[in-house]
């Protein structure tokens, strides 16, 4: 099986930062995307970031120039640096990956999610 640990939510100030981690662990091939997304009380789980294992990273309009999606492929772990966070960002924040599994002489996509880590930004 595959798992997903987040950690680095807590409680900050608007205007401050903080780096959320996602390392993934298990019997696995690889890991090809890993991806961040949110969600707030009352709202619907929201996109914020992508990177594909080459690096290239996708970023939604409500995040961009303010977080960073990151990986470190040897350590199977994905980082989000925020900056600049407001009271709008706070949310529960999730990890999702999609892995590759060895399944005889063949091979087949996954996808798995975080438990997700909270996010509290006081105003």
């Known amino acids: 099986q595959v798992q997903l640990v987040e950690s680095g939510g807590g409680l900050v100030q608007a205007g401050g930062s903080l780096r959320l981690s996602c390392a993934v662990s298990?019997?696995?091939?690889?890991?090809?995307?890993m991806n961040w997304y949110r969600q707030a009380p009352g709202k619907q789980r929201e996109f914020l970031a992508d990177?594909?294992?080459?690096?290239?990273?996708n970023y939604a309009d409500s995040v961009k120039g303010r977080f960073t999606i990151s990986r470190d492929n040897a350590k199977n772990t994905a980082y989000l640096q925020m900056n600049s966070l407001n009271a709008e960002d706070t949310a529960v924040y999730y990890c999702?990956?999609?892995?590759?599994?060895?399944?005889?002489?063949?091979?087949?996509?996954?996808?798995?999610w975080g438990q997700g880590t909270q996010v509290t930004v006081s105003s």
């Open positions: 990177i594909t294992s080459g690096g290239s990273a």
């Open positions: 298990g019997r696995f091939f690889s890991i090809t995307v």
């Open positions: 999702h990956v999609g892995v590759r599994i060895l399944t005889g002489i063949s091979s087949s996509l996954y996808s798995y």
